[in-house]
């Protein structure tokens, strides 16, 4: 049973809580993958605030949404997901707000269940603010546990072993004890946590599993906690992958938003940010702030500081950058050079090519060994439709030349520097369009008037 139908108000935003994202998921896909990889007979999520997008979003994956008109508190919520529990399965309760729990944290807390006892998934933390309390008796049984709002002194507010708000439990225990908790507290909501003093009342023993690692159980609430839980979840996925071998130079400053497939010797320099699903090669180097989404870069390729490539498929050895844009469907092949300042979009460019400094090429199919000159355009797009440009092998293109597309420079031409290219140019020609050069003999530069 997930819960995800609080009011978020702390977050301060229109967007329902759960969708918030984390490494570039929302809160709640990563809770449901770890409620997947437990294998349950079924899911259960309870949205109320936003139900409706959180089920368009997640409407298609096997899971019974249970709807919480009011967010009337978290008991109330999975009274509303028990309601037609039938047999008495082993019920596991995942707030949807504390996504970075892992199954085996889960798993140790289901092996726990023995019915029909209650057992609460609790941690240690430094800084407790924020977390219902867990209140033990002189035997160290847990008697209740004190949300923060309803704290009432300092001894109280002192103790350090909090919820984490997960629990498992048998499913009659709680169609018999969930009813029977009421909303007299600071916040008037029906707590959850009220269970374990009902247990108690009931004789049901409560059990207790301590999270050896805290920052597992990291709640998202506000802005600030949705930040410290990213880089939680940040410095695990940095681990993995330098786990694999992969050189990160500072895992406090990679963000990584999707998948990465990382062959040996890759290095990562600061601030570079992974997106969609990445493959990098043996011995690939990412320079600094630089942002990959959706990219497969071949063996030794280097891409250079402050790139930004989307969509982009290298053979080997190709050297990008710095300060390069690539997107959309991209291949260059071996060896392919793309300098500083230079914009690629939709094409594709032969083995050895090179566009070195400030150009723009869209829409292109380039061949072999071409050599594109500073400040050269394919014109691709005449306000209507967007036109090909085809450069055959062993071309050459002058600096500041446009190539008016729909058009085709054959193999080994030669564009001279300054070239308006409007017709398809034949192999091995030199093609220029220019005025003569006129200078003016005695010509005086204006001068300021003193
Ligand atoms: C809750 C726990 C607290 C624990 C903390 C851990 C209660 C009463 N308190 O506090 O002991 O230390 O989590 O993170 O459970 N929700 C609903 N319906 C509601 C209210 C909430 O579905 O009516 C959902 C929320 O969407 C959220 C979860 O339940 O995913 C927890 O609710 P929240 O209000 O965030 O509780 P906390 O104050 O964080
Ligand atoms: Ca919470």
Redesign the pocket.
């Given at each position: 049973m997930v819960?995800?139908?609080?009011?978020?108000t702390r977050m301060r935003s229109s967007r329902p809580?759960?969708l918030h994202e984390l490494a570039g998921r929302p809160l709640l896909e990563w809770v449901l993958e770890t409620a997947r990889s437990l294998g349950p007979d079924e899911i259960r999520v309870?949205?109320?605030v936003g139900g409706g997008e959180i089920r368009s979003r997640f409407g298609e994956s096997g899971i019974r949404f249970v709807d919480?008109p009011?967010?009337?508190?978290?008991?109330?919520?999975l009274g509303l997901a028990v309601v037609d529990v039938t047999g008495d399965p082993s019920v596991l309760v995942l707030?949807?707000?504390?996504p970075l729990l892992e199954a085996d944290d889960c798993k140790r807390l289901l092996e726990a269940v023995e019915q029909p006892a209650l057992t609460l998934l609790t941690m240690e933390r430094m800084d407790p603010c924020?977390?219902?309390r867990i209140i033990r008796d002189e035997h160290g049984q847990v008697r209740r546990?004190v949300?923060?709002a309803d704290l009432s002194d300092d001894t109280m507010r002192a103790i350090r072993e909090?919820?984490?708000?997960i629990l498992a439990c048998s499913g009659q225990l709680l169609t018999r004890l969930l009813p029977r908790i009421g909303k007299r507290n600071a916040q008037g909501?029906?707590?959850?946590?009220d269970l374990v003093e009902e247990a108690f009342r009931d004789g049901v023993p409560v059990h207790t599993r301590l999270l050896r690692c805290p920052e597992k159980?990291q709640?998202v609430?506000s802005a600030s906690d949705l930040a410290t839980a990213e880089r939680i979840l940040q410095t695990r996925l940095a681990g993995a992958l330098m786990r694999q071998g992969v050189r990160i130079r500072d895992p406090a400053r990679f963000d990584l938003r999707g998948s990465v497939e990382a062959a040996s010797d890759v290095e990562l320099d600061v601030g570079v940010i992974l997106e969609g699903r990445i493959r990098l090669g043996p011995g690939v180097r990412i320079g600094p702030y630089s942002i990959l989404r959706d990219v497969s870069l071949g063996e030794g390729t280097e891409v250079l500081s402050h790139c930004v490539l989307e969509g982009v498929e290298t053979g080997n050895h190709v050297r990008i950058g710095p300060f390069a844009r690539i997107r959309s469907s991209t291949r260059l092949h071996h060896h392919v050079r793309i300098g500083n300042f230079v914009e690629v979009k939709n094409s594709r460019l032969g083995e050895s090519s090179k566009a070195n400094h400030l150009a723009y090429i869209g829409d292109a199919e380039i061949g072999d060994d071409v050599n594109l000159g500073a400040g050269v355009i394919t014109v691709n797009y005449d306000g209507a439709e967007k036109h090909v440009t085809v450069i055959e092998d062993g071309v050459f293109v002058g600096c500041d030349s446009q190539l008016i597309a729909p058009v085709r420079l054959g193999h080994g031409s030669f564009i001279a520097a300054g070239t308006t290219v409007v017709r398809d140019t034949p192999p091995d020609q030199l093609t220029l369009s220019r005025n003569d050069q006129k200078n003016i003999p005695h010509w005086k530069r204006p001068g300021k008037k003193s």
């Amino acid at each position: 049973m997930v819960l995800a139908a609080g009011a978020g108000t702390r977050m301060r935003s229109s967007r329902p809580k759960v969708l918030h994202e984390l490494a570039g998921r929302p809160l709640l896909e990563w809770v449901l993958e770890t409620a997947r990889s437990l294998g349950p007979d079924e899911i259960r999520v309870v949205t109320g605030v936003g139900g409706g997008e959180i089920r368009s979003r997640f409407g298609e994956s096997g899971i019974r949404f249970v709807d919480q008109p009011e967010p009337l508190g978290t008991a109330h919520a999975l009274g509303l997901a028990v309601v037609d529990v039938t047999g008495d399965p082993s019920v596991l309760v995942l707030y949807g707000d504390v996504p970075l729990l892992e199954a085996d944290d889960c798993k140790r807390l289901l092996e726990a269940v023995e019915q029909p006892a209650l057992t609460l998934l609790t941690m240690e933390r430094m800084d407790p603010c924020g977390y219902g309390r867990i209140i033990r008796d002189e035997h160290g049984q847990v008697r209740r546990v004190v949300e923060e709002a309803d704290l009432s002194d300092d001894t109280m507010r002192a103790i350090r072993e909090v919820n984490t708000g997960i629990l498992a439990c048998s499913g009659q225990l709680l169609t018999r004890l969930l009813p029977r908790i009421g909303k007299r507290n600071a916040q008037g909501e029906f707590y959850l946590t009220d269970l374990v003093e009902e247990a108690f009342r009931d004789g049901v023993p409560v059990h207790t599993r301590l999270l050896r690692c805290p920052e597992k159980a990291q709640g998202v609430n506000s802005a600030s906690d949705l930040a410290t839980a990213e880089r939680i979840l940040q410095t695990r996925l940095a681990g993995a992958l330098m786990r694999q071998g992969v050189r990160i130079r500072d895992p406090a400053r990679f963000d990584l938003r999707g998948s990465v497939e990382a062959a040996s010797d890759v290095e990562l320099d600061v601030g570079v940010i992974l997106e969609g699903r990445i493959r990098l090669g043996p011995g690939v180097r990412i320079g600094p702030y630089s942002i990959l989404r959706d990219v497969s870069l071949g063996e030794g390729t280097e891409v250079l500081s402050h790139c930004v490539l989307e969509g982009v498929e290298t053979g080997n050895h190709v050297r990008i950058g710095p300060f390069a844009r690539i997107r959309s469907s991209t291949r260059l092949h071996h060896h392919v050079r793309i300098g500083n300042f230079v914009e690629v979009k939709n094409s594709r460019l032969g083995e050895s090519s090179k566009a070195n400094h400030l150009a723009y090429i869209g829409d292109a199919e380039i061949g072999d060994d071409v050599n594109l000159g500073a400040g050269v355009i394919t014109v691709n797009y005449d306000g209507a439709e967007k036109h090909v440009t085809v450069i055959e092998d062993g071309v050459f293109v002058g600096c500041d030349s446009q190539l008016i597309a729909p058009v085709r420079l054959g193999h080994g031409s030669f564009i001279a520097a300054g070239t308006t290219v409007v017709r398809d140019t034949p192999p091995d020609q030199l093609t220029l369009s220019r005025n003569d050069q006129k200078n003016i003999p005695h010509w005086k530069r204006p001068g300021k008037k003193s």
